[in-house]
């Protein structure tokens, strides 16, 4: 059973434009919830995170917006430029929920020059 | 990058062939972690280690072995190929788990079975 579902699968969007990614749990223990951004050939890594405490958390071009009550978080890339192309993976982590993450299924970024 | 390498970083086994990763960190993480890698599954976990000889199943362990004899090395086993676990493998560690803190994945290893 997916813990974290994420939204689109794939996005293509012009230069400049702003894509949005979503994904939703079910589990009200997770209190972390990180994006990760994979290019080609390599490892993810951590893009951005936040907590429910918060429904906001921006970092350069990157914005993540969480809604506590619907359970919902999502990240929006202001400006998008070509190397922003690749593969988001949301994911979800808590206290009481295992020594482990739980991530999207990913959503494959393209951004058209 | 986080002192992560895993090894090989590629290979191609036969069916019903023993095959064995490494991941090796040199950041005295407590978690290491093994994921799966496949188009339109995202990041599984197979198995994740929460100290030296202390392991526990994810998400897809059938088929699956792992060992952590030493704080910086987790290997995971195959014990017998099959083609539907042909796939990138990642490692990850993580300074304390699922707790408010960052995962950090090594390059991936592409194991193919033929």
């Known amino acids: 059973q997916q813990q974290v579902k994420q939204s689109p699968q794939s996005l293509i969007v012009q230069k400049g434009g702003i894509p949005i990614i979503n994904c939703a749990y079910e589990?009200?223990?997770?209190?972390?919830f990180p994006w990760y951004q994979q290019f080609p050939g390599k490892g993810p890594a951590l893009l951005i995170a936040?907590?429910?405490?918060?429904s906001e958390k921006k970092e350069g071009r990157f914005t993540i917006s969480f809604n506590k009550s619907a359970k919902q978080f999502s990240l929006h890339i202001m400006d998008s430029q070509p190397g922003d192309s690749a593969t988001y993976f949301c994911?979800?982590?808590?206290?009481?929920?295992?020594?482990?993450?739980?991530f999207g299924t990913g959503t494959s970024l393209t951004v058209i020059p | 990058d986080a002192g992560i390498t895993q090894s090989p970083r590629h290979k191609v086994t036969e069916t019903g062939t023993p095959v064995t990763l490494r991941c090796h960190q040199t950041?005295?993480?407590?978690?290491m972690y093994w994921y799966r890698q496949d188009p339109g599954h995202g990041l599984r976990l197979i198995h994740y280690?929460?100290?030296?000889?202390?392991?526990d199943k994810g998400e897809v362990s059938d088929g699956y072995s792992v060992s952590r004899s030493k704080t910086e090395d987790f290997l995971l086993t195959l014990e017998s190929a099959t083609s539907s676990q042909t796939s990138v493998y990642f490692c990850?560690?993580?300074?304390?788990?699922?707790?408010?803190?960052?995962?950090?994945f090594g390059q991936g290893t592409r194991l193919t079975v033929v």
């Open positions: 280690s929460y100290g030296v000889k202390d392991t």
């Open positions: 936040i907590r429910p405490d918060v």
């Open positions: 994911a979800a982590s808590g206290m009481n929920t295992g020594n482990q993450f739980y």
């Open positions: 990850a560690i993580s300074h304390r788990g699922g707790l408010n803190t960052e995962a950090f």
């Open positions: 950041e005295n993480h407590r978690y």
């Open positions: 589990n009200t223990a997770f209190d972390y």
